[in-house]
């Protein structure tokens, strides 16, 4: 209960020293209409997250971003976190324990493709240091024994280096050494190598 001639401070007055309220991140986004025709909860574009990431001195992590940003609810938050694991994947973005952070200038590694039998392919880098594992999505039209320039995108969850594929620059040997199966209709060679992980 207010005593007669006392004040009530408005409701938005804020104590000294208490944070500004987070921006809203329409505003910003240049892509803000196209996001829009795509999602009926839109949340900030690639675009802007790159340039947020860019610009923060650390690694954010998906929780600091959504605040940056006024992403408050479940639902945004999880779609923000689901487009920065497409950043990551599509090599725009590289993640660590502290948080996303911008490919930029990313490590870039020429190496040689090995295939292994459980369908995982590695690059092995020319300069001796230790494989990469390169996304399966880029897998699809390289062989055993190319040569490729790819892009260090991270570590994954067992340590292990994480690559996405730049560009091919040298061809696997036309010839494969194997044995000959007979089937109903055509056959099929078991290669030597088992480096290569597709069937021939």
Not at 124 to 137: E, I, Q, S, Y
Not at 171 to 183: A, Q, Y
Request: aromatic share 4%; net charge positive; charged share 30%.
């Amino acid at each position: 209960m207010t005593r007669r001639g006392s004040s009530t401070p408005p409701p938005n007055t804020h104590k000294r020293g208490s944070a500004a309220p987070p921006k809203d991140w329409r505003g910003e986004d240049p892509n803000l209409e196209l996001e829009k025709s795509r999602y009926a909860d839109p949340i900030a574009s690639r675009e802007l997250l790159l340039k947020h990431l860019a610009e923060a001195p650390e690694p954010l992590s998906a929780a600091r971003l959504a605040k940056r940003l006024g992403l408050n609810t479940d639902a945004q938050r999880d779609a923000l976190g689901k487009r920065l694991t497409a950043m990551v994947r599509d090599g725009q973005a590289l993640q660590n324990e502290h948080g996303y952070s911008t490919a930029g200038e990313a490590e870039r590694v020429a190496g040689r493709v090995r295939g292994r039998a459980s369908g995982e392919v590695l690059i092995m880098p020319d300069d001796g240091t230790a494989p990469l594992v390169l996304a399966r999505a880029d897998s699809a039209t390289l062989m055993h024994n190319d040569r490729v320039e790819v892009r260090a995108v991270g570590i994954n969850d067992r340590g292990r280096r994480m690559a996405r594929l730049i560009r091919r620059i040298g061809d696997s040997p036309e010839r494969i050494g194997g044995v000959w199966h007979t089937g109903p209709g055509r056959g099929r060679v078991t290669p030597e190598d088992p480096g290569h992980w597709y069937s021939v």
